[in-house]
């Protein structure tokens, strides 16, 4: 057993953001994990994801992570101690179930049409130039504008809001330097406090919406004032990066392949086809991150106790043996519903799963509408192996 442990390669993370998908590729034809080199193991076959996603001897992480690093307090810290995120079992279903039922009644046609008036407002300002770098111009925009309209932030307000939003999230990717840990605090205590100011005039009855209902409901689940501001900060956190890659992803992808962008342009119906398709072909969210609290048997390999685990959505989602010309991006594909599992699984799956769906069809559809003449200028490039993934720039270009 312990000889099987030593022989798993090891692999680094200069490799994997250089190009997760050819190392992941290489290895999972003969290992169903690898070992990085910054410690922890990546599973990456789609059976074995699928099957450990919903296994109790893998745990979230709770204060682990920033612990490593050395962050014991902080409104980062706030974040993984009051978080659902992190949490487990019956703490972790107690700061879920709130929010899951708020969300629930947040979507509805009138979200819809928030985000669609808000793409088709991005394109109108930038129409006449004819070219846009998409991820900076349109991507980056619409889901922190979707999540503002449903807070009741006012527009003066937003582009304070998504500054703070992208200063924070910085901490939660590979290699956060000194800088931007630092800058990544003062962003999420920034955030704690103007999302404080909202929930004390939200309580005082001077707000209506989706804010004043999760606050109801979140009164009857007990949830500490600390509690309730955190699992916003987390909805913010799951519904900016993942989105604003996705929105890259998609465009890229049916643009990079003429005849599917043409399709879906002459048949709106197949958007939420070609959502599906780029949410497998370059997922928002690398994987999930766990501790094992136990040895797991994998394919006859002991993954040891006590090691990070990431379970690897952007391997599971191009593995051979479950997808066809995995990295070919079509969006006919017969078995599409399996990339779900970019949502998760779970205890954990996505809470916002819907939502999401929602804003990428929206925006997919805002741009095939307005700009059906469209050309891939530079072909965007996707990095990020552990949790949240971001794109280089993508140009975009029609004749106005
Ligand atoms: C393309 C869009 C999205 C993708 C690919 C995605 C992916 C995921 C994944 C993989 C998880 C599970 C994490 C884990 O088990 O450790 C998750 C959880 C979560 N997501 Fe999303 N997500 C998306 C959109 C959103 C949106 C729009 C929101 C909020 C508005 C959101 C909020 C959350 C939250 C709060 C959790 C934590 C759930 C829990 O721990 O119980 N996500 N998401």
Redesign the pocket.
Known sequence: MLEKIRSVPVVTSAELENDAHEAFRRYRASYPFVALDTGGYVILRHEDVRKL?VDPRLQ?TETAMPVQGGITEGALFDIFQH???T?NASV?ARR?SA?SRA?ANQLSDAFRRHVRLAAKGLLEDCYHDGRLELAAGYAAKL?VI??AGMFGIPDRDVPQFMHDIYEMNEFFRPHATAESVSKAEAAAARLQRTLGALLTRTTAGQAEGFLSHYLKLAEEDDLSSAEVLI?II??????TE??R??IVAQAAGLLSSPDQWRAVCDDPALVPDAVAEA?RFE???A????VSVEDIDVDGWTLPAGQLVILS?ISALRDERVFEHADSFDIFRPNLALSRL????????????A???A??EESLAALTERLPNLSLDSAPKFYGHLFVRKSTECWITWQP
């Open positions: 996603i979230a978080g659902m995120l949490a972790h879920r929010m969300l889901p979707a999540l699992q987390q909805l913010i956190i799951g519904g993942s989105v890659t996705a949410l997922p928002g969210i994987g999930v991150v766990r959505s970019t949502f998760g699984g779970g205890a954990h799956r996505c809470v916002a799963d939502l999401g769906r804003e990428l």
